[in-house]
C-alpha cells in the first residue's frame, strides 16, 4: 500500500524558516513529478511548488524566490524549503507524488504550517 510521509510543519515566526519534507513508500514505482500543495479553509487546493524527474521547477508566483523544491530520487523525497515566510503562508500542505504510466496522483496527509505575525 503506498503511502506519502510528510514532516517538517509547525509554528514559526514571519520571517522565520521551515522545511518540509514527503517520503514515498510502499511499492510505488516510476515515480515522475513531485510537488507540494496548501490549502485554507474553504479554499481550492493550489500549487505551490513541483518538480519533474529531470530536475526542472514550477511555483506558485506567491513563493518564487523564498520556497525552493528538490528531490532525492533513490530516497523517493521531495522536500520543500521555505524561507521569508509570510502569515499569508500559513495553510495545510500536502505532498503529491504522480507515478505509473497514468500518472496516477498520490496524496499526503497534510502538515500544518502556521506563520505567526
Known amino acids: 500500500q503506498v503511502q506519502l510521509v510528510e514532516s517538517g510543519g509547525g509554528l514559526v515566526q514571519a520571517g522565520g524558516s521551515l522545511r518540509l519534507s514527503c517520503t514515498a513508500s510502499?511499492?510505488?514505482?516510476?515515480?515522475?513529478?513531485m510537488g507540494w500543495y496548501r490549502q485554507a479553509p474553504g479554499k481550492q487546493r493550489e500549487l505551490v511548488a513541483s518538480?519533474?524527474?529531470?530536475?526542472?521547477?514550477n511555483y506558485a508566483d506567491s513563493v518564487k524566490g523564498r520556497f525552493t523544491i528538490s528531490r532525492d530520487n533513490a530516497k523517493n523525497t521531495v522536500y520543500l524549503q521555505m524561507n521569508s515566510l509570510k502569515p499569508e503562508d500559513t495553510d495545510v500542505y500536502y505532498c503529491?507524488?504522480?507515478?505509473?504510466?497514468?500518472?496516477?496522483?498520490?496524496w499526503g496527509q497534510g502538515t500544518q504550517v502556521t506563520v505567526s505575525s
Open positions: 503529491n507524488v504522480q507515478a505509473g504510466r497514468a500518472y496516477y496522483a498520490y
Open positions: 510502499g511499492g510505488i514505482f516510476s515515480i515522475k513529478t
Open positions: 518538480i519533474t524527474t529531470g530536475g526542472d521547477t
